[in-house]
Nanobody, 123 residues
Framework: QVQLVESGGGLVQAGGSLRLSCTASGHTLSNYAMGWFRQAPGKEREFVAQINWTGDRTYYADSVKGRFTISRDNAENTVYLQMNSLKPEDTAVYYC????????????????WGQGTQVTVSS
């Protein structure tokens, strides 16, 4: 059983940056594709970014492309989401996710979820 724990959320002004971390326990992450999803109040959970198990391929939602960067350190069993040029519409609970499939851009492709971390961007 994989347990994912996110950290790094908080309150930031528009234009600022935050770095989210997700550390796994119970199993190595090195064989999983890893991703980040987010859910704003009153909205469905949506895909943000994913990285393959070797860390050499990434994919982003159009809304964050060019501003967010996903990376991973398999030795540390950790995946990161660097968020720059944050906007108020980025406000959401951000969830770390792991899946066996090549593409994990949908919720049905996720095998493990973290508990979420709040990101609030003020205008």
């Amino acid at each position: 059983q994989v347990q994912l724990v996110e950290s790094g959320g908080g309150l930031v002004q528009a234009g600022g940056s935050l770095r989210l971390s997700c550390t796994a326990s119970g199993h190595t992450l090195s064989n999983y594709a890893m991703g980040w999803f987010r859910q704003a109040p009153g909205k469905e959970r949506e895909f943000v970014a994913q990285i393959n198990w070797t860390g050499d391929r990434t994919y982003y939602a159009d809304s964050v492309k060019g501003r967010f960067t996903i990376s991973r350190d398999n030795a540390e069993n950790t995946v990161y989401l660097q968020m720059n040029s944050l906007k108020p519409e980025d406000t959401a609970v951000y969830y770390c996710a792991a899946g066996w499939r090549v593409w994990i851009t949908t919720m049905s492709a996720i095998d493990y979820w973290g508990q979420g971390t709040q990101v609030t961007v003020s205008s």
